[in-house]
């Protein structure tokens, strides 16, 4: 096996060591921007120094150590980080191979598998006993069936927008229909209401028809008296 056609085309390493790269750079920006300020920093207090009194340089100098300390803490545990992280990844790398490479051995009946890369001790080895193509390409089959399973489990756990807008109409579903409801209740009481004010008010006003004869009956003068 090609150890170096393995490293540049088994999507696993090249799609991890691409992330890991990545880590490492913005680690790298984000220390040498701290770096650029502390030496700001120290540039600002040189140009002041001579209106600045003991006290106010001596603040400034254990206030420029305590940040170049800090800054050296700093760059010293992500490196131990990018280290591990650089360690796990190589180890990762050498269990999914040697896993793959003992099925194979067990399904062909192979007792060594050797890798050859530039500059090792292999000099010459016949073309018909490499298999680098076909165990690149199974590991990579291997490797896209493992992210899809992945991709499943995460979906099962955190639905498209899609499924999200399905679970947020279904739940709003009921609230609408309890809000037509209510409504619907509301005005069916206001229109009782309605029609029994009517029925309040054609009776005050029939009571109004029947008051001027009353009245006037009233006010004659009852006979015999």
Known sequence: INADSLLKQYNYFTE???VYEAKAERAEKSLEEKARKIEAEYMMYQQKAQTMTQDQLRNAEQSLMLKQQDLAKEKEKLTKQLIEEEDRLNK???????????KLSEKNGFDYVLSYQKGSTLIYGDPAFDIT???????????????????????????SQNEQHQVLSASFHPLVSHSKLLVQHILMQSMYHLIQWETHLKLL?????FLPPILKAAQKPIEGL
Not at 92 to 102: D, G, P
Not at 133 to 156: A, H, P, S, W
Not at 205 to 209: F, K, R, S
């Open 16 to 18: 991890t060591k691409s």
């Open 133 to 159: 193509t076909e165990v690149i390409n199974d590991l990579n089959k291997q490797y896209n069936e493992e992210k899809k399973e992945k991709k499943k489990k995460q979906n099962k756990f955190y639905p």
């Open 92 to 102: 990762e790398l050498r269990e999914k191979v040697n896993a793959y490479m003992r």
């Open 205 to 209: 006003l029939e009571i109004v028809d």
